[in-house]
């Protein structure tokens, strides 16, 4: 059964920093890429990032390009999203999945969702 236990989310302030975690099991992770996703409040769920099975390419959508860095570990079975210079747009709740396409083709994943960890942005 493939699940996602996705971890790090908090209130922060603009302009601060968060690490979130997700921890991938079900399956064998080291062969797919892996994404995050966030979803707003009213709003469709948005592909954030994407990494390639080996951790060697990785792709941004516009809104978090250089602040935004995503990261894994294979023997680990965990993906990471490092988080910078936050914006309160940035809120939503943050789910990690396997893609079922590559970058630009869609945004369907491969798989349910976790609980996500909800990240809200905020003075």
């Known amino acids: 059964q493939v699940q996602f236990v996705e971890s790090g989310g908090g209130l922060v302030q603009p302009g601060g920093s968060l690490t979130l975690s997700c921890a991938a099991s079900g399956f064998t992770f080291s062969m797919y890429a892996m994404s995050w996703y966030r979803q707003a409040p009213g709003k469709e769920r948005e592909l954030v990032a994407r990494i390639s099975s080996t951790g060697g390419n990785t792709n941004y959508v516009d809104s978090v390009k250089g602040r935004f860095t995503i990261s894994r570990n294979n023997a680990k079975k965990v993906v990471y999203l490092q988080m910078n210079s936050l914006k309160p747009e940035d809120t939503a709740v943050y789910y990690c999945?396997?893609?079922?396409w590559g970058w630009g083709q869609g945004t369907a994943a491969l798989w349910g969702w976790g609980q996500g960890t909800q990240v809200t942005v905020s003075s």
């Open positions: 999945n396997a893609p079922r």
